[in-house]
């Protein structure tokens, strides 16, 4: 079992930054991708940004050049810096961790697919208002 909780969510004006944190426990090993997935109200989940064990990292179209994942194996935690802050970019942020994700040369596209994480945190919520 593993266990994510996240935390640093808040409200901003567009424009703002936010980091969120996760802290995971429990079992883990080289193998497990973790990251960040959203939700906003009345939409499906959809994929930010993850981390491999050894700092690989992938985004989703939506966060790249404005978020940043940084991943922290020694302290067990993941960071996500969200700069220039969106309307858009408001939901419930979850942190998520998958021992499932191929580790080949496509780890890249496969670490955004939604269905291969299967332990997940409570969420933090990042409400950015314009």
């Known amino acids: 079992q593993v266990q994510l909780a996240e935390s640093g969510g808040g409200s901003v004006q567009a424009g703002g930054s936010l980091r969120l944190s996760c802290v995971w426990s429990?079992?883990?090993?080289?193998?497990?991708?973790i990251g960040w997935f959203r939700q906003g109200s009345g939409k499906e989940r959809e994929s930010v940004a993850f981390?491999?064990?050894?700092?690989?990292?992938t985004y989703a179209a939506s966060a790249e050049d404005r978020f940043t994942i940084s991943r922290d194996n020694a302290k067990n935690t993941l960071y996500l810096q969200m700069n220039s802050l969106k309307p858009e970019d408001t939901a419930m942020y979850y942190c998520?961790?998958?021992?499932?994700?191929?580790?080949?040369?496509?780890?890249?596209?496969?670490?955004?697919?939604?269905?291969?994480?299967?332990?997940w945190g409570q969420g933090t919520q990042v409400t950015v208002s314009s």
């Open positions: 998520e961790a998958s021992n499932t994700v191929p580790n080949d040369q496509f780890w890249s596209i496969w670490a955004l697919q939604v269905w291969r994480y299967n332990y």
């Open positions: 429990g079992y883990t090993d080289t193998t497990y991708t």
């Open positions: 981390a491999d064990y050894s700092g690989a990292t």
